[in-house]
């Protein structure tokens, strides 16, 4: 919820458009039997003060004409979530990053961590060594190779998960939609293409995709979106997400001289920058925020 | 199981399918364009007229020779089909006339060729400037000449090729710029060695220019075009060395069409996606699958020749082709007559020579300061100049990293135009050579589908695929 | 500027295809981009930024050359026959 409040503001703090379109989620019933877990689940997030409701399938069609209506039977929507552009949001914040004084060195591959006598760290990137009292280490997939150079396990597991985007249409919707059972989400990108992407995450640490996969994402998006099927598709591609055992990020300290924050598992990108503002009171302060206390490394300590 | 599967029905690949075919194999042999040939030997659906220029009818000749074997009964061409994806295992994903299909092969050729390179300059989006290319094709498969008033700008022996087949068809040449000046090729004639045929016809068409009074220009570039909505002016000036535009006067020139190139750039699309390795061949045109000497590339079983190796132009394409045929069916338990020490000596000797000859006529890192700050370099998503030094003085150095930064690279041509000039910019931004920007990483589909392409072909494909 | 048709007038019989609700004729075996040309046409489309296109590659690969075809956006004239039933639109 912290993460949802941040997000509205982020295009004026980072001075870049982010494309941050809040127009709510919607989590799409296709079958009767997930109905009534849908509406179960909305209970219980209601309990919690979420606001979120169940719509049926008029509602549904009232607020995005373009779905087959036949295919829905409802959903589950919440109205305060929103979608992102991922390229503006990390330029965004890179880009502040550099005007607030940060140096930056990219398509360097980080060979050695150590720590220093002094107490500080020392990072070996290229013909690069950069010394500084902390190391931040957010690689998502690569973190647990970085982590292990420091001689720190971490439990993550590297799945690939793939996505395809259509060439640009004229506007459709403006929500974000996924489904239940998972297995597909989707949504419009301000450029105007049809983002989506789903279907099996596969444990490898490879990025590309599998036709199979391909197939079951376009299989399911044309029976909600039958429009699309004549509309060209402009690439697919995948991405390898940290996953860890119980679904939530790592967030700890190392050592005296590094932070990890990896391990999202599939939630980086809502996650991300909430995440780094507390990081960021946790170097300014020296103290671990209470926000991230419940994701220490050590609960994966029987799972090592 | 397809015994071979050849993509691309250029001279290579057309090479390949018939030696593959006369050695006993079966071959199925696809192309994205209606009919074989290739861009080289480019057909026309048209029925040929009575006459043709005499270039172009002695091009007609020799692909009609070459295309001639594809009668063979053990060879089956698709048409009209494209190749979206390749996977290591010599899966072929297709989009045809028959609708979407998987096949899959035992040995698979890849003959994608190449496409041409093209240097931004002011104005160089307007219609009527155009590829060197994009001007052949219309008239070779098309019967179309493009334009009355044409100029020719950019690098190599093909500007004067193309020059004279426009002015046979009946334009006149307003001139030809050509990057190098004439004393360095001089300089360099000893690369030439070897190339006998290739001179007498530069030298016969350079006469041919002559004669028709069309001014060449060496040591010239093309700095800008103008026009309103279409192309109705030129500008020319001298060069240096490196490339830069010489302060003094430029030549502003009466122009309908403005046709370009800068060379060849290598299409490995589609051994990217296959997995095989690439190296960055200078000489060759960047970018380019590596193979052993029978052609085969790093993943077994799939084979690369002709432009996909580094442009090597049709001289090396045929030996390529007909060795990679060979072999393939030799992999596939087919006795060929002739041994492959010959074919494979022939292959060697043309592309080495060819490379020579390549190193004539390089793309000048001086050419990247003729495009403005407000000059367009990613076509498809109007990604400016401006927009790109702004990034790549942010700290970006490769052709992945510029991408999503720019989104240059990201519209439907997949960073083909885009991508060798993303190249030369970080060069002459950062200093670094351009073989350090990377390759763009290939998505599937190489050229945009429809959905429908993808859609479930068997029941496999419907089971649910969560975790 | 009008592009030319050699060996012209063809033999074979030609036919007309719709531009922008205008009859424009056609020869079998050519491309649409052959016969917009030819009709004197060189603007294909308009880009979001507002800028003219037409004609470039020729072969398929830089997607410059997109036209509205019977309904369907961003068919590459250059690489698509033209046919009696076609329906061209293109800016004017």
Known sequence: MASVALFPGLSDELGLDIEYTQAGNLRLIESPEYAQTMQTDIGRQQDLGLDVRWLNADDVAAMAPALAPAAILGAGYCPTDGHVNPFRLTVGYFQAARRAGADSLIGREVRAITQTDGGGAMVQAGPHTIRAATVVIAAGAGSAALCQLMGVPLPLTPFCHQSMITEPLPPLFAQMFGTLPAGLYFRQTTHGGVHFGGGDSIRRAEAHTTPQTLRYMTGRITRLLPMLRGVNVLRAWGGVDAHTPDGMPVIDRLSEAALVATGFSGHGLALGPIVGRYLARWLETGRKPALLSPFGAGRFKAAL | MTEIIVIGAGPAGVAAAVTAAEAGARVTLIDENSLPGGQYFKQAALPAPASLPPTLAENFRQGQALLAGLSHKNITFRGNTLVWNVTPDRTVSLYGPAGPETLAAAQLIIAAGAYERVMPFPGWTLPGVMTVGGAQLLLKGQRLLAGQRILLAGTGPLLQVAGVQLLEAGAEIVAIAELQPLGSIIARSPRFLGHRDKVKLALNNARRLKRAGVPVKFGYAIVRATGENEVSGAVIARVDAAGHPRPGPESALAVDTVCLNFGFAPDTRLTQLAGCKHHFAERFGGWAAITDDNMETSQPGIFAVGEVRGIGGVEAALPEGRLAGQVAARKSGYRTDESAGPTRRAARRARALVGQLNTVFAVKPGLMTLAQDDTLICRCEEISAGQLRAAIREGITTLNNLKPWTRAGMGRCQGRICGPILAHLLAAETGLEAQSAGQFTVRPPVKPVPLSTLLPQNNNDEVAHDK | ?92
Do not use: K
Not at chain 3, 4 to 27: D, K, Q, Y
């Open chain 3, 1 to 92: 500027m009008t592009a030319t048709r050699l060996g012209h007038p063809r033999p074979e019989p030609s036919f007309t295809i719709m531009v922008n609700g205008r009859p424009v004729e056609a020869w079998p075996g050519e491309s649409i981009a052959a016969v917009l040309l030819a009709a004197g046409r060189r603007v294909f489309r308009q880009t979001a930024g507002h800028a003219p296109r037409g004609f470039f590659c020729g072969m398929g690969i830089c997607f410059d050359c997109l036209i509205t075809l019977n309904g369907v956006p961003n068919v590459r004239s250059c690489v698509t026959p033209a046919a009696p039933d076609c329906v061209v639109e293109a800016p004017e």
